[in-house]
């Protein structure tokens, strides 16, 4: 059974920067398109960044030339730097399969960008 654990969230101000990680055990990360998503108050959980198995990255509009998704195969993790934070990024941040079927969600990595 894969599992997913999130983590490196936490409250920042516009402008600054996170680095989100997401630690998958059960599965090969290198092996799927991974990809993040975020899930705001009230909204509909929405698609942030893709990466191919061929470490192609694609992005959201609303994050690009702001977001790089990574990853690093000998941890097996992937990974949303984040930079130029906007309080519109503010969300429960989650990874999984870009491609259906997806695997069960962690529990995700809160977001808050707030003065």
């Known amino acids: 059974q894969v599992q997913l654990v999130e983590s490196g969230g936490g409250l920042v101000q516009p402008g600054g920067s996170l680095r989100l990680s997401c630690a998958v055990s059960?599965?090969?990360?290198?092996?799927?398109?991974m990809a993040w998503y975020r899930q705001a108050p009230g909204k509909q959980r929405e698609f942030v960044a893709r990466?191919?198995?061929?470490?192609?990255?694609i992005y959201a509009d609303s994050v690009k030339g702001r977001f790089t998704i990574s990853r690093d195969n000998a941890k097996n993790t992937v990974y949303l730097q984040m930079n130029s934070l906007e309080p519109e990024d503010t969300a429960v941040y989650f990874c999984?399969?870009?491609?259906?079927?997806?695997?069960?969600w962690g529990q995700g990595t809160q977001v808050t960008v707030s003065s």
């Open positions: 059960g599965s090969i990360v290198r092996s799927y398109d």
């Open positions: 990466l191919t198995i061929s470490t192609y990255a």
């Open positions: 999984n399969k870009f491609s259906w079927p997806l695997w069960s």
